[in-house]
């Protein structure tokens, strides 16, 4: 008798793990069908936490055609990751952070986006083209 509970038991762990298994599966495969979706929701969410940080910490940079330095510029960059995290909210986020891998590789991509919008501000570059003009 003792030993058909104890199969009855491993066989309803069994049962549950692969239950669990199905889910996350499941999961993973409703977000890789609705990626685009996902990722409009990013994207919304990544250019607004941007607006914020540019306006609030590198604007009078880009107006003064300054250069940031590298470890303030870090922790502006780590702020932004920081601030669409908060603006996506938590279930976002960790299905995002499964998506990618780990949450250092999210990062990373937020990260990366930042670094890649800064280096576009027309701002800045016209800002540094004024100012190489007027040293001619």
């Known amino acids: ?27 993973k495969y409703k977000f890789i069908e609705s990626f685009e979706s996902y990722m409009l929701v990013l994207n919304y969410f990544m ?7 540019y306006k609030d910490s590198l604007l009078i940079y880009s107006v003064e055609a300054m250069k940031v330095d590298e470890e303030q510029f870090s922790q502006i960059s780590k702020g932004f990751a920081n601030l669409t995290i908060n ?22 991509n937020l990260i990366e986006f930042f670094n890649t919008k800064y280096e576009g501000d027309e701002i800045r570059k016209t800002a540094i083209g004024n100012l190489m003009e007027s040293e001619d």
Do not use: C, Q, T, W
Not at 9 to 22: G, S
Not at 47 to 53: G, P, Q, T
Not at 89 to 108: A, C, Q
């Open 1 to 27: 008798m003792e030993f058909f509970l104890i199969n009855i038991n491993i066989l309803f762990l069994i049962l549950i793990v692969f239950i669990i298994k199905v889910y996350e599966n499941f999961r």
């Open 47 to 53: 250019e607004k936490a941007y607006d914020m940080i």
């Open 87 to 108: 603006l996506i909210g938590p279930k976002i986020h960790k299905e995002f952070s499964e998506f990618f891998g780990n949450e250092d590789v999210f990062l990373f």
